[in-house]
């Protein structure tokens, strides 16, 4: 299952004045997520061919090039990804030519480490895109760190004028 919500910030929702531009964004970003998180590292060619359309002229390079690199250290480990699955999908910011997207994907990790199993990794990824013509396209990407969070009750672990917060 697809989850798709939009953020508010302030006193504007962003995409909701553009139903249809936010659809697109989140399309996109979903298309981007599920094949970035989708390769084999024996295929390089195929897992650019899959990204090619989705990002800038001017992105594309640079991507490209640091998928080379990656690729070429993981190549012993025969590493794969797959089983991609999108969980959610927010649009944080949506201009007329630009948007910022967050995406949850779930995808599962292969290599010669991981016996046939694999490792599921959970993704969280912030997306930069803007629009060529009438494409939105991936200007941008950078991972989301995860954030634990934790509960201190009141009066343990902090200053009671606090409310025992560190």
Known sequence: MIGICLVAFGDRIAGASEPAEAQQVVAVSNDFAVA????DV???EDY??????????????????????IFGALEEKQQTSGDAEVLSTA???????????????DATIRNSDT??????RHFRWKLNLV???????????????????????????????EGGQQ
């Open 131 to 161: 629009k060529e013509g009438d494409d939105w396209k991936v200007e941008n990407f950078e991972s989301v760190a995860s954030v634990e969070a934790s509960a201190v009750p009141q009066g343990e672990g902090g200053d009671a004028g």
């Open 48 to 69: 650019k061919s899959r990204l090619e359309g989705l990002l800038t002229d001017e992105y594309r390079e640079q991507a490209f090039s640091v998928i080379d690199a």
């Open 36 to 39: 970035y998180n989708t390769y």
């Open 42 to 44: 024996a295929d390089v």
């Open 91 to 105: 649009v944080a910011i949506l201009d007329e030519d630009s948007a910022q997207t967050l995406v949850a994907v």
């Open 115 to 120: 016996e046939d199993a694999g490792v599921q």
